[in-house]
């Protein structure tokens, strides 16, 4: 075996046995450090990094309250300026960088912009295993953008509502599908009045603003009739009193069903029902600013629900092969991040989970006006 060859695998192999066993990696861990070097370009970056936090917060508004803050944020800037480094050379199809969350530790990353319970649920008692569809003739390229059943990115900020929006996103893509309209429907609704549990599992509740999962939030619409609109039930982002109005229903839903861990099926129910839910480990998400996200180690306990509005066929994967197929996810932390509010990541293998937590709406219940 050639030498060149041999340490690539020695190198992989280590990451292998250091990674698959960690949901996260700390941007300090020792053997990261050790089997990834930095190399001049980071170093360099450091030498700089006071430059790149001015730049940071006149991007992206950031001020302090205290000195005190300020300089803590700063050691944290310059932590995920080390860890955006390493995020590239781990995942080199993807640009990796800073982003509006470069201020934030891991930890306050994860508690205030995911929110996705993370056991793994039964199901509820309305949802349907999706049956399974022909997959002979997809297309090798779709995209519900190009077709009028995707709405805008919108920002669920420092509230892990992220369960809620790809409800809703899903939802108002099957409502589009069975109606021609593309409404913007109200995600504050479920983060204030859902409260939906899988009755085996007692912290498995909806939570508003700490959490929840998609499957349980389309019980809850099936239960309570429907959903209204984002512009009578508009988003606050932090959790409030339920102020929901039977009168001001505009879809809901009547049928929804978990789709197989297999994703040429998951193409076919994206195709055919519209957009679907979807849970992601979001270990990757934090850093990234555009490309096709295929990294070789990523843990797959789900952590973030997103929308699948569509997938690709020629996303480049040096090493693994070229022309390696995506999924297009929509995202719910503005357009200010990854590409315009978007987050391209390999299709196939279930990388980061995205294939394991699937849904679709395949039924719509309109509204009788």
């Given at each position: 075996m050639a030498p060149l060859t041999f340490s690539l695998l020695l190198t992989l192999s280590i990451l292998s046995s250091a990674l698959a066993s960690t949901q996260s990696f700390s941007a300090d861990d020792p053997l990261i450090r050790q089997v990834v070097s930095e190399g001049a370009e980071a170093v360099d970056q450091l030498l700089h990094a006071d430059q790149h936090f001015t730049l940071f917060k006149s991007k992206y508004s950031k001020t302090y309250p205290t000195q005190e803050e300020h300089d803590y944020r700063f050691s944290v800037f310059k932590a995920n300026l080390r860890r955006a480094k390493r995020n590239q050379l781990l995942d080199p199809t993807a640009v990796h960088g800073v982003t509006k969350f470069s201020d934030l530790t891991p930890e306050e990353f994860?508690?205030?912009?995911?929110?996705?319970?993370?056991?793994?649920?039964?199901?509820?008692?309305?949802?349907?295993?999706?049956?399974?569809?022909?997959?002979?003739?997809?297309?090798?390229?779709?995209?519900?953008?190009?077709?009028?059943?995707?709405?805008?990115?919108?920002?669920?900020?420092?509230?892990?509502?992220?369960?809620?929006?790809?409800?809703?996103?899903?939802?108002?893509?099957a409502h589009y599908l069975a109606t021609g309209e593309l409404l913007s429907l109200s995600e504050q609704q479920l983060v204030d009045c859902d409260h939906e549990c899988d009755p085996a599992e007692r912290n498995s509740c909806d939570s508003?603003?700490?959490?929840?999962?998609?499957?349980?939030?389309?019980?809850?619409?099936?239960?309570?009739?429907?959903?209204?609109?984002?512009?009578?039930?508009?988003?606050?982002?932090?959790?409030?009193?339920?102020?929901?109005?039977?009168?001001?229903?505009?879809?809901?839903?009547?049928?929804?069903?978990?789709?197989?861990?297999d994703d040429d099926q998951i193409a076919a129910n994206l195709v055919k029902h519209g957009p679907l839910a979807v849970g992601i480990n979001a270990l990757w998400m934090q850093t990234y600013i555009k490309g096709v996200s295929c990294p070789y180690i990523c843990g797959k306990s789900l952590d973030h629900g997103v929308v699948l509005v569509g997938y690709g066929a020629a996303g480049y994967a040096p090493i693994r092969l070229k022309d390696k197929p995506y999924w297009i996810i929509k995202n719910s932390w503005g357009e200010s991040w990854g590409e315009d509010g978007y987050y391209k990541i390999c299709r196939g293998h279930n990388l980061c989970g995205v294939e394991s937590m699937v849904s679709t709406v395949t039924a719509v219940h309109l509204n009788s006006e």
């Open positions: 994860e508690r205030n912009y995911l929110g996705l319970h993370k056991q793994r649920l039964k199901l509820p008692a309305d949802a349907q295993q999706a049956p399974k569809l022909p997959t002979s003739d997809l297309p090798a390229d779709f995209d519900w953008r190009e077709h009028g059943a995707v709405g805008a990115v919108k920002d669920q900020g420092s509230c892990g509502s992220c369960w809620s929006f790809s409800t809703i996103g899903a939802l108002e893509g508003g603003c700490n959490g929840g999962l998609m499957n349980n939030a389309f019980e809850y619409i099936l239960k309570a009739g429907g959903v209204q609109t984002e512009k009578d039930y508009p988003y606050t982002g932090v959790d409030g009193r339920c102020k929901f109005n039977q009168n001001g229903i505009v879809a809901g839903v009547s049928n929804f069903s978990v789709v197989s861990l």
